[in-house]
């Protein structure tokens, strides 16, 4: 049985909690398949690459943005408030993964297994909601045609695949 990940377009066994972590652990981007793969396959990254992979993924990513949103300098510390909150989200994701690929999956049982991506997931809804404020009071800042491109953006990034970044 497998369980499909929407965005991503991958489908992924429920035992393969530190996969599904990579995936959620990058906001605003989809993970990288040769990421999952190494993963899955227990060719895991020492956590000190993956740490520094995920920061420069993070950091494209709000750079990209910031661009795609065309935030002025009156917007800048609204700006400042939703990058953090992406750099914020990123780190608690990764340390969340690094504790868990410490675990032998070997000896984890279904419930462990269960009991993780419910972890993972819990993580996910709590960076949501950080980046959901922080977006909120920008959002609100924006002009009108701001927003416009504001809600294009992010329809966009749903339709090609990724997800906006919520850590």
């Known amino acids: 049985m497998s369980y499909p990940f929407r965005r991503t377009g991958i489908t992924l066994p429920p035992t393969r909690s530190v996969a599904l972590a ?17 993963q899955t396959a227990g060719r895991m990254e020492s956590t000190a690459a993956s740490a520094e992979q995920q920061a420069n ?34 780190a608690s994701m990764e340390k969340l993964a690094a504790e868990k690929r410490q675990q032998a999956p070997q000896n984890m049982t279904a419930v462990d297994d269960l ?5 993972f997931a819990q993580q996910h809804v709590d960076g949501l ?23 294009q953006v992010f329809a966009n990034f749903h339709r090609d695949g990724t997800a906006p970044t919520h850590g």
């Open 22 to 38: 990579a995936l959620l652990s990058l906001p605003l981007a989809a993970a990288p398949l040769t990421m999952v793969h190494a």
């Open 57 to 90: 993924t993070v950091e494209q990513r709000i750079t990209q943005l910031h661009a795609q949103l065309k935030i002025t300098p009156d917007q800048e510390s609204k700006w400042n408030a939703v990058a953090q909150a992406m750099r914020d989200n990123a």
């Open 115 to 119: 009991k993780t991506y419910q972890e």
């Open 129 to 151: 909601k950080n980046l959901t404020s922080a977006f909120s009071s920008l959002y609100g800042a924006m002009n009108e045609q701001q927003k416009k491109n504001a809600d």
